[in-house]
């Protein structure tokens, strides 16, 4: 009887288990020759964690982009998939949709203080997705990135084609916010 009850348990201790991650921080990144603060201080040197938006952007002189932090579970992950919520605005209701890139980069930032100063643009991209209608949703797998995070963390930038896409963040409160379907 008890080979017959280990056997039947197999089957569920060798199922996968998917957890939902929400971002464990987030920030805008200036990366421009622009001035802000009624042109007093360059805009790469604010730091622009801790909003309640964060925001990606290409423009002529102007280029922003999403920073995203996780903190993983201790399983080495089979499946990893960034989703990426409805924005929270776009350049306008008739707009298009766009085409999101995510490239992997370095744990080595403080929501509170990261800015195109002290965060270096260099990033490995990992993919991308276009997302048809400015309201929709997508995802991207990352699998790669989770499966080599150090300290079982792992940074994304999130780049757009569009002009200017914003999404909720962290300090938003609300749920739909940048998360991770992580796979183990």
């Known amino acids: 009887m008890k080979l017959s009850l280990a056997a039947a348990a197999l089957p569920l ?10 971002v464990a921080r987030d920030a805008t990144i200036s990366y421009n020759g ?3 603060n009624y042109d007093t201080v360059p805009c790469t040197a604010i730091p622009f964690g801790l909003q309640n938006k964060v925001t990606t952007f290409r423009g002529n002189r102007d280029f922003e982009r999403v920073l995203l ?18 924005p929270s605005d776009n350049s306008g209701p008739n707009a298009p949709g766009y085409a999101l890139t995510v490239s992997n ?22 993919g991308s997705v276009n997302v048809t ?9 990352v699998t790669a990135a989770c499966a080599n995070a150090t300290n079982y963390k792992i940074s994304l930038f999130v780049d757009t ?5 914003s999404f909720n963040s962290l300090q938003s409160g609300s749920k739909d916010i940048f998360t991770l379907d992580y796979t183990f």
Do not use: H
Request: charged fraction near 20%.
């Open 161 to 165: 084609s569009f002009p200017l896409i």
């Open 13 to 22: 201790a060798l199922g996968a288990s998917t957890v939902n991650l929400r």
């Open 34 to 36: 622009i001035m802000c």
């Open 133 to 141: 209608a400015p309201q929709d949703t997508g995802s991207i797998d």
């Open 69 to 86: 932090g996780f903190d993983l579970p201790t399983n080495k992950p089979t499946k990893c998939v960034l989703r990426i919520p409805k």
């Open 105 to 126: 980069t370095d744990n080595v930032w403080d929501e509170a203080s990261v800015s195109g100063y002290n965060k270096k643009i260099d990033g490995t991209l990992i």
